[in-house]
């Protein structure tokens, strides 16, 4: 497709469950972003992944979330043990131009935990 | 204190009035500013992008950049009411925005006929 794809749209779990969040970039994108938006919180920043670099870890809040970008493209973001708390929504976006800011997002996964 | 601040609103105008968005910031390491729209339940999308003080001007839209103050607008003329929407400002530092961009928290906007 043209824009950055994300599955499921919604999610909705029970606490204590593991959940994975799918995102499908632009072709040809190099970079990808995971951000968390909460009501009332902005855009928080999870995760970066650039070409076959390390992926920057710094925002992830907990050890139960991880991410993974397979092939330089589909990227999974999963939570283990999922708390109420993490409820919001996911955002991926990717770009070519990783130092221009112009990010390019999903329309992202909403989370509910119940 | 966040590294931005941007008022979250609801700001509610009459279409056709001149709306102002701003955002103050604390980290005197931004260098790349943008404002970002994102419409309910979608995705943000980019609006404006501006690299370090000035101004910036994309038909109806302004945007200005004043580093000595760490605070940045967003103008928008003759606003419709589809502009109705969330505005976020995003800046990050000298390395681009190859690592991450900070956010503000958003203002929600309200155009009514």
């Known amino acids: 497709g043209a824009g950055v794809s994300q599955s499921p749209s919604n999610k909705v779990t029970e606490k204590g469950k593991d959940v994975e969040l799918r995102c499908d970039p632009i072709?040809?994108?190099?970079?990808l972003y995971w951000y968390r938006q909460s009501l009332g919180q902005g855009l928080e920043f999870l995760i970066y992944?650039?070409?076959?670099?390390?992926?920057?870890k710094s925002g992830l809040p907990s050890d139960r979330f991880s991410a993974e970008r397979t092939g330089g493209s589909v990227s999974t973001l999963t939570i283990q043990r999922t708390q109420q708390e993490d409820s919001a929504v996911y955002l991926c976006?990717?770009?070519?131009?990783?130092?221009?800011?112009?990010?390019?997002f999903g329309e992202g996964s909403r989370l509910t935990v119940l | 204190q966040k590294e931005v601040e941007q008022d979250p609103g609801p700001l509610s105008v009459p279409e056709g009035a001149i709306v102002s968005l701003n955002c103050t910031y604390s980290?005197?390491?931004?260098?790349?500013f943008m404002w970002y729209r994102q419409y309910s339940r979608k995705g943000p999308e980019l609006l404006m992008y501006?690299?370090?003080?000035g101004n910036k001007e994309d038909g109806r839209f302004t945007a200005q950049v004043d580093k000595s103050s760490k605070y940045i607008s967003l103008f928008i003329r003759d606003s419709q009411p589809s502009d109705s929407a969330t505005y976020l400002c995003?800046?990050?530092?000298?390395?681009?925005?190859?690592?991450?961009?900070?956010f503000g928290t958003g203002t929600q906007l309200k155009v009514e006929l």
């Open positions: 976006a990717s770009t070519t131009q990783a130092n221009t800011g112009e990010l390019f």
């Open positions: 072709s040809g994108h190099t970079a």
């Open positions: 992944f650039q070409g076959n670099s390390a992926p920057d």
């Open positions: 980290n005197s390491a931004f260098q790349y």
């Open positions: 501006t690299y370090s003080s």
């Open positions: 995003a800046m990050t530092g000298l390395t681009g925005g190859g690592n991450k961009l900070t």
